[in-house]
């Protein structure tokens, strides 16, 4: 099975890797604290909000309570002296009702508990003895008071508010009384029932024994609530907010106010949730918005990678071919913009010229003869080759120092080397530019003479040779030399046979005589 080889890791991926990481670490962070941030200050206004809403309409149902007091106690003191007058009490009553929409009822109740007059008159009460604890609640007071919730003799849930009447001796005759159904609808319906939205927000009223008396859901009047801190904190007479679960276990966000003279609170209430749920379209449109400026940010982000990576990237890749012969060239088309591109761009350079040059001396030193400075054999060969290739006419002699042996018997090997070496300088002196010299034997010597012919080659070898008789060398004096000369004209002959040509004209030399030249 074959398995497919990763992707390189290269400096531009992993900087965009690493770019996109932070670029997303950012974005969700940035939300994270908006997300926060928004709920913090949302969830704050809202209880905020809730607060300033109870505390408006506290204020509303105190000055309502006040109102209404005024009323009763000027009815009470217009009745106290006409508590027989049975048509005043209706007209009274009637009055009471109808000049306003405070009450859902009146009645006047004489100090025996007997209502003496009522309206409207669809009630049908007069004359009905207030029996139980709870409707004889303002005859044992005999004071101005807002009662508890009980059912009325009519069979409705109320509570009523009620002034006491005296008689000028202080006789107590019994009270006026405005009532409000609170499972109707009512005045404390229309001062407060405006709270309540589709999105779960709702306001109620608790009295002072935690007793619901207004609730926009109407099974709930007359529950007692239990467990609420926001209630326990509102009965105690303190406005404020409170994070509230409420009994169908939903996370309330709930302001609260006191309502001082009936001790009643008043709370407003929004579900979080449905506060919350604005965040949510909130944030999404905040993502919506920063998707253009991300990508802007990521395309840019790519392109600065590319660019930064890119003088890298080319002295790696050039790096990789260290051996070619224009890397050189590549790497200084490399344009390395900053410091560490720089630097590594110049230490490459700088290797790559230490590394040639090596090369180039181990290239020398194999092609060099050590003693003479000059082409050695294989130095010779690589001359050659390129002569051939190129098919450069070229004319050569051999040469060989006459009877070495003896100056070696003599003088010594290292004055025969001695000698070896100023041979070798006069020749040097003696050849033209391009002409190649080579050691190509002991003391034996090849001379190449390119675009030469042998006629002139001839001359060259006799020169060489007159100089060299006419040299007196170091210990040994002068020494002579014998000098085979043949030409190579390109592709009509071998080069091997031009060589063969020549060592035949030194032989010839040789056995005539020595120190001449020879033409073959
Ligand atoms: N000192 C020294 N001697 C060398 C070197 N290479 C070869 N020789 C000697 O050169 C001599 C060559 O001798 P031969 O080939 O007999 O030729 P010759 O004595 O020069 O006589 P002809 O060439 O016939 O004139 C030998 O004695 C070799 O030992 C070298 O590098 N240094």
Redesign the pocket.
């Known amino acids: 099975m074959f398995s497919r080889p990763l992707p390189r890791l290269t400096l531009r991926n992993l900087m965009l890797a690493m770019a996109v990481f932070s670029v997303i670490i950012t974005l969700c962070n940035s939300f994270y604290a908006t997300y926060e941030v928004q709920r913090t200050l949302l969830i704050n206004n809202t209880l905020e909000a809730n607060r300033v809403y109870a505390a408006k309409l506290a204020e509303l149902t105190e000055s309502f309570i006040q109102s209404t007091r005024r009323q009763l106690a000027y009815s009470a003191g217009l009745l106290n002296n006409n508590m027989n007058n049975e048509q005043m009490l209706m007209a009274e009553a009637r009055r009471l009702h109808e000049q306003s929409n405070a009450f859902n009822s009146v009645v006047i109740v004489n100090a025996k508990g007997i209502i003496i007059a009522a309206s409207p008159d669809t009630l049908q009460v007069k004359g009905v003895q207030l029996s139980s604890a709870n409707a004889r609640q303002s005859l044992q007071a005999q004071a101005p008071l807002i009662t508890d919730p009980f059912v009325s003799p009519s069979g409705n849930y109320i509570i009523s508010l009620s002034h006491p009447m005296f008689s000028d001796n202080g006789d107590y005759l019994g009270y006026v009384a405005g009532t409000i159904y609170l499972q109707r609808s009512n005045i404390l319906g229309e001062i407060l029932g405006k709270h309540y939205y589709q999105d779960g927000s709702y306001l109620y009223v608790v009295d002072k024994h935690k007793t619901l008396i207004y609730h926009p859901e109407e099974q709930y009047i007359g529950e007692r609530v239990s467990n609420n801190a926001a209630i326990d904190t509102v009965l105690a007479g303190k406005e404020g907010v409170l994070n509230v679960v409420n009994s169908h276990d939903v996370d309330m966000l709930t302001g609260f106010a006191p309502v001082a003279s009936t001790h009643w609170g008043i709370v407003a209430q929004r579900p979080k949730e449905a506060t919350l749920a604005s965040i949510n379209n909130h944030l999404f449109n905040v993502f919506v918005k920063s998707i253009p400026i991300a990508l802007l940010t990521l395309a840019g982000i790519w392109l600065s990678a590319i660019f930064i990576s890119r003088p890298l990237w080319q002295l790696a890749k050039s790096a990789e071919k260290m051996n070619k012969q224009d890397v050189q060239q590549d790497i200084s088309g490399v344009r390395s913009w900053y410091f560490e591109a720089a630097q590594l761009k110049s230490a490459i350079l700088r290797g790559i010229a230490l590394f040639h040059d090596h090369i180039n001396k181990l290239h020398t030193d194999s092609h060099t003869d050590a003693?003479t400075g000059l082409l050695n054999r294989r130095g010779m060969q690589h001359m050659l080759d390129s002569y051939e290739q190129r098919q450069t006419p070229f004319a050569l002699i051999a040469l060989?120092?006459?009877?070495?042996?003896?100056?070696?018997?003599t003088f010594g090997?290292?004055i025969?080397?001695n000698?070896?070496k100023q041979l070798a300088l006069i020749m040097q002196e003696q050849a033209r530019r391009n002409d190649i010299l080579c050691r190509s034997?002991?003391?034996e010597f090849m001379i190449f003479l390119p675009a030469t012919d042998a006629t002139n080659a001839l001359e060259v070898a006799e020169r060489l040779r007159r100089k060299v008789e006419n040299t007196i060398m170091d210990d040994v004096g002068s020494i002579r030399i014998?000098l085979g000369v043949s030409h190579w004209p390109g592709r009509a002959m071998t080069i091997r046979r031009a060589l063969k040509q020549a060592d035949i004209a030194l032989y010839q030399a040789?056995h005539q005589g020595?120190n001449q030249s020879v033409l073959n």
């Open positions: 003693m060989d120092i006459d009877h070495f042996k003896n100056v070696n018997d090997h290292d025969g080397d000698v070896i034997g002991g003391e014998s040789k020595r």
